[in-house]
């Protein structure tokens, strides 16, 4: 089993910055990918970015260049930096974590509401 735990979010206005975190605890040896996704009212649930344990990253689309994803030292925790938000990106964010068979763990989310 694999804990998640989301923080950092809250209310910015639209062009700010916030830094998401997401800690891992449990069984984290066994964690392949950890990701950020993302779902705003009445919207399925999306990804946004996600690594691997050897650092390789992927974006969506239409969220490169404004949004950067990381892991810490320790390997169990993954950050998000969003720059440039804009009131599209107001939603629940959750922690994602695979392991190396293929199960999924998620954390409870943290909102982040973008609004002047």
């Known amino acids: 089993q694999v804990q998640l735990v989301e923080s950092g979010g809250g209310l910015v206005q639209p062009g700010g910055s916030l830094k998401l975190s997401c800690v891992a605890s449990?069984?984290?040896?066994?964690?392949?990918?950890m990701g950020w996704y993302r779902q705003a009212p009445g919207k399925q649930r999306e990804l946004v970015a996600r690594i691997t344990s050897a650092g390789n990253t992927n974006y969506a689309d239409s969220l490169k260049g404004r949004f950067t994803i990381s892991r810490g030292n320790a390997k169990n925790t993954v950050y998000l930096q969003m720059n440039s938000l804009e009131p599209e990106d107001t939603a629940v964010y959750y922690c994602n974590a695979q392991t190396g068979d293929n199960m999924n763990y998620w954390g409870k989310g943290t909102l982040v509401t973008v609004s002047s």
């Open positions: 449990g069984m984290i040896f066994s964690i392949y990918t």
